[in-house]
């Protein structure tokens, strides 16, 4: 089984160059090896198919067909096991009975991709395979929902939106316009989608002022929840389902523990935003208002840029030398990712100072004392030499 090819695409992924006006690591390239989609033209189109039969005779078949998952992916169903089809119908949950609803793709794959205790999943097995397998699936899955939006515009009552009000009234030939496609915000990712997310941030900041807390929190793979759960000989970056289940159920206690045990004290309202890295790895953005304002006095009690005190909190202390050390860089290893033109682009070492003062350019410089006036000194032990590190710049939000 093949799929026609109407156009040959190039795709260059160069990490030194910006188009102009752009963020300066928007196209980084990727750091991991990692499996990644590309739908060209229209997206709600059918696939072109191809089967090539024992007589030689070509048949052309829908992704939808339930013969499409073993025929693509021969490894995983060796049996030749069906796959989905649009006619499954739901069951009732208490009776078993089947309904008049169907199941849609987003369930079905969800089903087929869950773990189970006591049954062996052999999608989850398959590494870069099993990548390939839900990248297919989910385009899938979009294409499904793309038709439905087409297809049932007038369901979705699109003549009422404004812009084709508009169009239609600023053009005396109708049939110029073309056929519109409105998504409406319940579609993720569509504009209507995104503008309502920006219209809530402004709401907050226009009703209550800056926010308090801007906190970046990232995933770290090896956390024990992800790999207790990693199948024998797998990374991280095989199960992107573990990956991302743990990673919400994180982000969940976390906001949790700031909105509701009050650590820094009655919060107002919030909201965050989720990203996932270049190298296959997800964070957030958490902004957090409270009832009561920061004062510059409480600054240091609830930011911290030094090395914590082993003395005092061992596992804090661990936690930092682990995963928020910078170098080394600068004269002491020239090659690091970091180096541009013999300078560190993170600004790295940082200049000491006894307390928190704000920037010309509005960033704070946040209190880094040296070992004299109490600060905390580690030894880092890299590969080719060692380094003495005192009160290097990190940035990390004390929630105890």
């Given at each position: ?26 196209f980084n390239a990727p750091v991991v090896d990692d499996v990644a ?236 935003s989720v990203e996932w890295q270049k190298r296959g790895l997800p ?92 600060g905390q000194s580690f030894i880092k032990i890299s590969s080719t ?16």
């Open positions: 089984m093949h799929q026609l090819q109407s156009d040959n695409h190039a795709i260059v992924i160069n990490p030194d160059k910006t188009p102009a006006g752009e963020h300066i690591r928007r989609g590309i739908m060209v033209g229209d997206c709600t189109a059918a696939r072109e198919i191809v089967i090539r039969r024992r007589n030689n005779n070509l048949q052309f078949i829908a992704d939808t067909h339930r013969s499409y998952d073993a025929l693509q992916y021969p490894l995983i169903f060796w049996k030749g096991q069906d796959g989905y089809c649009i006619n499954i119908k739901q069951r009732d949950t208490v009776s078993g009975a089947e309904t008049n609803k169907n199941v849609s793709s987003k369930d079905y794959y969800a089903y087929r991709l869950m773990i189970r205790r006591g049954l062996d999943n052999v999608i989850l097995r398959c590494r870069e395979l099993c990548q390939q397998f839900m990248v297919d699936m989910y385009a899938k899955i979009e294409s499904e929902r793309l038709r439905y939006l087409r297809y049932n515009q007038q369901k979705l009552r699109a003549e009422e939106y404004i812009h084709l009000r508009d169009a239609i009234n600023n053009n005396a030939d109708v049939a110029e316009i073309g056929n519109h496609v409105i998504l409406p915000s319940s579609y993720v990712g569509s504009p209507r989608h995104m503008q309502e997310y920006i219209q809530d941030a402004l709401t907050f900041v226009r009703e209550y002022g800056r926010p308090c807390l801007f906190i970046t929190f990232t995933c770290n793979p090896k956390w024990p929840e992800i790999t207790s759960l990693l199948l024998p000989g797998q990374n991280a970056i095989h199960r992107h389902d573990i990956t991302a289940r743990v990673f919400r159920q994180k982000l969940k206690s976390l906001i949790s523990f700031i909105t509701k045990s009050h650590v820094f004290g009655p919060t107002r309202c919030w909201m965050y964070h957030a953005h958490i902004l957090v208002w409270f009832i009561d304002k920061i004062r510059p006095e409480e600054i240091d009690s609830i930011i911290s840029a030094e090395i914590p005190d082993p003395s005092t909190d061992q596992l804090l202390f661990d936690i930092v030398t682990t995963n928020m050390i910078h170098g080394p860089c600068g004269t002491l290893n020239s090659s690091s990712p970091c180096m541009a033109d013999g300078k560190c682009t993170k600004n790295f070492p940082k200049d000491f100072t006894n307390d928190t003062v704000t920037n010309v350019d509005g960033y704070p410089i946040y209190r880094r004392r040296n070992p004299e006036n109490g030499q060692t380094l003495i590190l005192t009160i290097v710049g990190w940035c990390h939000i004390r929630l105890c």
